[in-house]
């Protein structure tokens, strides 16, 4: 077990909801980051988190938003869903340094967009 | 083209087989992680390398930075490492991740 907590671990949304996902980091961590992965494909790096701030975002649009709190957990907002956004989405949790620090997964949260 | 390519995509093996799982990258790195995906979606960190090689038990870990290169090699393979294992390089800068698409290891017994 990693100490990484994802909420909820599934739902159900319909076309132009919005949604929140939730993520506690492991203990001692500062830094979380968010994946999409689609079904069969690997997964793909939405955006990190180091010390409340966005320090790195992939190819992904606006209605893909974050926050870290000062506990360093962290949420990812989606707006206006659409079809594709139904996916796994997994956040991770590391201890940033001047190089990186080894990632902890959680479990995700699997979203259906119907 | 991908920033981050894996082959085999899925690979089978006997128990007890020698395995390599290989990595491209083309952008440049701080790190590069090695995953494992079980079935239901949790991964877990094997590894993450910057340089040289790392050894788990009977995980191997590898990396050439100059060629843009890492391999995963797994020996005397076991049918409960059957999984997807993924290669993900961390840019630099920039700090985005790039994930391979992943190998699907399945060990028969």
């Known amino acids: 077990e990693t100490g990484v907590t994802q909420s909820p671990t599934h739902l159900i949304k319909t076309r132009g909801q919005q949604v929140t996902l939730r993520c506690s980091s492991q203990?001692?961590?500062?830094?979380v980051s968010w994946y999409q992965q689609a079904l069969g494909q690997g997964p793909q790096f939405i955006f990190q988190y180091y010390r409340e701030e966005e320090n790195g975002r992939g190819n992904f649009p606006p209605r893909f938003s974050g926050l870290q709190f000062p506990n360093y957990s962290s949420e990812l907002n989606v707006n206006a869903l659409e079809l594709d956004d139904s996916a796994l989405y997994l956040c991770?949790?590391?201890?940033?340094?001047?190089?990186?620090?080894?990632?902890?997964f959680g479990e995700g949260s699997r979203l259906t967009v119907l | 083209k991908n920033e981050v390519e894996q082959s085999p995509q899925n690979l089978t093996a006997q128990e007890g087989e020698f395995i390599t799982i290989n990595c491209s990258y083309s952008?440049?790195?701080?790190?590069l992680h090695w995953l494992q995906q079980h079935p239901g979606g949790g991964i877990v960190s094997l590894f993450m390398l910057s340089s040289g090689k790392k050894k788990h038990g009977r995980l191997i870990a590898t990396i050439n930075i100059q060629e843009k290169h890492s391999s995963l090699h797994i020996t005397a393979s076991h049918p409960r490492d059957s999984a997807v294992y993924i290669c993900a390089a961390r840019r630099t800068p920039g700090n985005q991740f790039y994930f391979g698409t992943g190998t699907s290891l399945t060990v028969i017994p």
């Open positions: 203990s001692g961590h500062n830094t």
């Open positions: 991770a949790s590391s201890q940033w340094d001047r190089i990186t620090g080894e990632l902890f």
């Open positions: 952008v440049g790195i701080s790190a």
